[in-house]
């Protein structure tokens, strides 16, 4: 194997996991079983009907409606009228954390109890139409600083949406419990790799460990020690999909010590083992290699 190609082999982040968009049409209903995903996705449904099942719950979705899926959610769809013609926006968690600094606007990707399909009038499906386009645009030709503009068009539409649908936005809470609570997730989200515990986060933050327990499940829609859990399998299927690394080795990297409390993680979180979801990647595993007495 060349430099090149091992490189490619063992890169984690492809140039279109951090966002890209779509159109597509479908003109005969189908069904997709319940699918792993690491990013956040927008559907927008110009023509026909979809059901999503996201979280065990059903939504059903049709023209000039929107849905916003979470990376740590799992999800199926079933088209139930057609043409079925939408547009799909897919970004990394990190397109957010790193150019949206705004927590309200961020906020909208934050699931929960708070999702909800959003309605729009003619004139803003048109507007939202036009945003999907100028987003197909800049994740196809990838421009000089195409993620800057991507997340320029994004916070663009969340304005648009949070003028006209402030349900799906938290506005529940202070601006400064907002603050406070999203640097405290965006910690997390970049030092998944560390040891976290309630405790030593509430004292790098300066605030009552009760405190935060209450409004990150309250803000967030997770527990605190949930929420880590989640990112960190988020990132282990990150590993698995792109990487030729070895169970034990992407254990350490999102930050456990116990390759079994990990695979038995993965297991509870997804259905399959770590292994089984790594085939589903890579047809030739041969090089894959997996602790011999950890086998899964």
């Not at 319940?34 to 956040?40: L, S």
């Not at 065990?56 to 979470?70: C, D, H, L, T, V």
């Not at 997390?188 to 309630?198: N, Q």
Request: hydrophobic share 35%; proline share 2%; aromatic share 14%.
């Amino acid at each position: 194997m060349n430099e090149n190609s091992h490189c490619e082999q063992n890169r984690i982040i492809r140039p279109k996991e951090f966002a890209y968009a779509y159109y597509n049409e479908r003109f005969h209903n189908a069904a997709m079983t319940r699918h792993h995903h690491t990013q956040n996705e927008i559907i927008f449904v110009k023509e026909g009907e979809c059901t999503f099942e996201i979280g065990g719950e059903p939504y059903a979705i049709r023209k000039n409606q929107m849905i916003f899926i979470s990376a740590l959610e799992r999800h199926s769809t079933h088209s139930i009228r057609t043409p079925y013609r939408r547009y799909v926006f897919v970004s990394s968690m990190d397109l957010c954390s790193e150019y949206i600094s705004d927590p309200l606007m961020a906020s909208a990707f934050i699931m929960g109890s708070r999702r909800g399909i959003i309605n729009l009038t003619e004139n803003q499906a048109n507007q939202v139409e036009q945003y999907f386009k100028n987003l197909i645009s800049e994740t196809e030709n990838q421009e000089m600083k195409w993620k800057e503009r991507c997340a320029a068009i994004l916070f663009e539409l969340l304005i648009l949406l949070y003028r006209n649908n402030q349900d799906m936005f938290i506005l529940d809470n202070s601006t400064q419990d907002l603050n406070i609570i999203f640097s405290i997730k965006d910690y997390i989200d970049h030092h998944y790799m560390e040891p976290l515990s309630l405790e030593t986060v509430a004292q790098t933050f300066f605030i009552n460990k009760y405190y935060l327990s209450h409004q990150f499940k309250e803000i967030i829609g997770y527990g605190f020690k949930k929420y880590i859990q989640l990112i960190r399998i988020n990132k282990a299927k990150i590993l698995l999909q792109n990487t030729n690394l070895s169970i034990g080795d992407i254990c350490n990297k999102i930050g456990y010590d116990n390759i079994n409390y990990f695979i038995r993680l993965f297991k509870e979180k997804e259905e399959i083992t770590p292994y089984q979801y790594h085939k589903m990647y890579f047809k030739n595993t041969e090089s894959y290699s997996i602790t011999p007495s950890k086998r899964t």
